[in-house]
């Protein structure tokens, strides 16, 4: 009878544990996982220190948003080739940071 009270004793302790485990996750799911920006205004000082450090003459022809990365495709005006050309690249830029993560050169 002993080695089933305690069983009774361990498994509600137990519970108990679990309950406020689940309690505690409810209550922390509002807060942020990440490093993200908290507002907008945030996002904007990003923005303002983001530098993909082109070459001179170099343009950007296109840009593809995909949650917090943003891909930059980058173009030669003049119309150089595009095996010789250092403006035919893609930036892959982390909008939470502001850091170039990858480039893709052509």
């Known amino acids: 009878m002993r080695v089933v009270k305690g069983l009774v004793i361990v498994m509600a302790v137990l519970i108990f544990v679990g309950m406020v485990a689940v309690v505690w996750a409810i209550f922390n799911l509002n807060k942020p996982a990440d ?62 940071t502001g850091d170039v993560i990858s480039t893709v050169a052509r």
């Not at 993200?36 to 983001?50: G, V, W």
């Not at 993909?52 to 990365?69: H, K, S, T, V, W």
């Open 35 to 96: 490093n993200r920006p908290s507002d907008k205004s945030d996002i904007a000082t990003i923005a303002d220190k983001l530098s993909l450090g082109l070459p001179a003459g170099c343009e950007i022809a296109g840009m593809e948003l995909d949650d917090d990365r943003l891909a930059v495709r980058t173009t030669d005006p003049q119309g150089g080739t595009q095996s010789t050309s250092d403006c035919e690249r893609i930036y892959i830029v982390d909008l939470t």
